[in-house]
């Protein structure tokens, strides 16, 4: 499963991979000197993590934190729509990230 979770009040977001995000989340809670707050799960293959990392290069802050602006905050709305099925959803957040592949980023309007 694919994780999103937002560092309140730094504008940062950690999409990361785990069996059990909900778990992960508690983790890294005891360690973070701000709250956190679970965004969204997504029902996707853990492979498709390391794609999204290498796109979302331009936006990374600090390992898998990334800036909650533009085509990441864009993303992880599609993450967090509760309509569709897990490829309905997963094929119009890849619509985001084929957007980014060249380094820039244009709102993604096939939603």
Known sequence: MI???????????????????KSR??????????PLRLLAVADWHDTQE???HQIFHPWRRSGEWFAAEGPVAE???VMMCPEGTPEQIFESAMG???NTRDGTWKPYTGL
């Open 25 to 34: 989340l508690g983790s890294f809670k005891t360690s973070s000197p701000v």
């Open 50 to 52: 390391r794609l999204i």
């Open 96 to 98: 985001i990230l084929a």
């Open 3 to 21: 994780y999103a979770i937002e560092a309140c009040g730094l504008d940062l977001v950690k999409i990361g991979k785990s069996n059990k995000p």
């Open 75 to 77: 993303f992880v709305t």
